[in-house]
């Protein structure tokens, strides 16, 4: 069984920093992709960033240059590094864990931005 825990959300002012955290567990097999998606109230569900266990990373445009995507693999976490942070990151940030074409997300952890 495949669990994902969300951690490190929280309200933050414009401008600000987060670091929101990702701990898989389960049977994960070494090759797979983590990462991060986010939903604002109203909104579909968006990519925010991935990376695969090679260390290949893929960014949303609106993220680029302000988020950073990490893992460590051998403790079966990723991380996301978010600086500059505006209102319109206000979301739901869920983790997703892909292995071999199946996914997996967590509960998901609320990020607030004020202006």
């Known amino acids: 069984q495949v669990q994902l825990v969300e951690s490190g959300g929280g309200l933050v002012q414009a401008g600000g920093s987060l670091i929101l955290s990702c701990a898989a567990s389960g049977s994960i097999s070494n090759s797979n992709i983590m990462g991060w998606y986010r939903q604002a109230p109203g909104k579909q569900r968006e990519l925010v960033a991935t990376?695969?266990?090679?260390?290949?990373?893929n960014y949303a445009d609106s993220v680029k240059g302000r988020f950073t995507i990490s893992r460590d693999n051998a403790k079966k976490m990723v991380f996301l590094q978010m600086n500059t942070l505006k209102p319109e990151d206000t979301a739901v940030y869920y983790c997703q864990l892909v292995i071999l074409r199946v996914n997996y997300w967590g509960k998901g952890t609320l990020v607030t931005v004020s202006s």
């Open positions: 990376m695969t266990s090679g260390g290949s990373t």
